[in-house]
């Protein structure tokens, strides 16, 4: 019956146990079910792995550094100081000495998004690899 | 004067013998997988796990739970990591993992076997094990954008595992291997 099989040459070892019957009906759901979660994530997480926080002043690099590793970043500019707040895989502008407060309440950067904080001169941007007409 | 002497005897019952050799059985592998070098820590087979599953379906949730924590406890002494993180470390992941498949064991008894339930299982070590580096080892890194690699890893280790958790449990029924 294990004839032609790949485990035929095992079988001394195995037993000559049909493997079929080692799996139930369950079994078939939970791997199929917990491949498709791990596959969603990987998909979900695609290009965040890498992902790049990088915080300019006045058009220099101020920070150029992971969005894995929380960090509070504090940039002084001709305002004050403008504060970014890197949590958990995102990034936002914390506060900002600005009167309009335009960057701070845009709230958490998408990824290939920036954040302008213009009166202060800093502004946040947050690379992944995003392709667009313009990248090429 | 009289002399008294104190007599104690301890009994050990058929399961408690049972329980040391399978235990016995379960450290044997911690260590031999030890031994095998490994590209990333936190990436191990958990070849120990298979003695667990085959317990549990066995001989029932409560011998398991005292044969895989016998094995984390007695491993982690004869490894030098008694207490430290990386025993913190493989008894979150195993608590969590016991509690995970004595869940899935007790709602689907008819419809699981062993794979399905090693493949819980190694999805919940390596989540509880993500979830204490995240929490309190390095709360300075989210490390949960490489929950996807490590789960890849939970799941082929998992069934892995499982098909050999459920040969060894045929076999122990034909009084192949390992039963007494």
Not at chain 2, 111 to 127: D, E, I, K
């Amino acid at each position: 019956m294990c004839e032609g099989h790949p485990f035929a040459r095992l079988r001394p070892l195995l037993g000559g146990i049909d493997w079929r019957l080692l799996m139930r009906p369950g079994d078939w759901l939970v791997m199929g079910a917990s491949l498709a979660a791990v596959t969603a994530l990987w998909l979900a997480g695609h290009g965040d792995v890498g992902d790049r926080v990088l915080i300019k002043h006045e058009g220099r690099v101020f920070l150029e550094t992971s969005i894995r590793l929380n960090r509070l970043v504090e940039v002084p500019g001709p305002l004050g100081i403008t504060r970014v707040e890197i949590r958990g895989g995102r990034v936002r502008v914390l506060s900002d000495p600005g009167p309009r407060q335009l960057c701070v309440r845009q709230g958490w950067i998408g990824p290939g998004e920036a954040a302008l904080c213009l009166p202060n001169r800093v502004s946040v941007e947050r690379g992944g690899i995003v392709y667009d007409s313009l990248s090429y | 004067m009289p002399r008294t002497e104190l007599h104690l005897t301890l009994f050990a019952a058929d399961d408690d013998r049972r329980i040391a050799a399978l235990a016995a059985a379960a450290v044997g592998l911690t260590l031999a997988e030890a031994a095998i070098p490994l590209p990333l820590p936190g990436v191990k087979p958990g070849l120990a796990n298979i003695i667990g599953l085959a317990v549990l379906c066995r001989y029932g949730w409560s011998s398991a739970a005292w044969v895989t924590l016998l094995r984390v406890v007695a491993g982690a002494l004869l490894l030098g990591t008694f207490l430290t993180p990386s025993f913190v470390l493989s008894l979150s992941g195993a608590l969590l993992s016991l509690l995970c498949m004595g869940l899935a064991i007790r709602l689907y008894p008819r419809l699981l076997g062993p794979v399905g339930l090693s493949v819980l299982g190694a999805f919940a070590h390596m989540g509880a094990q993500l979830l204490v580096v995240n929490l309190w080892l390095m709360p300075a890194v989210s490390l949960l954008g490489l929950a996807p690699p490590f789960l890849t890893v939970a799941w082929i280790t998992g069934l892995v595992n499982g098909l050999a958790a459920a040969w060894l449990i045929v076999a122990m029924a034909d009084g192949r291997a390992g039963d007494e």
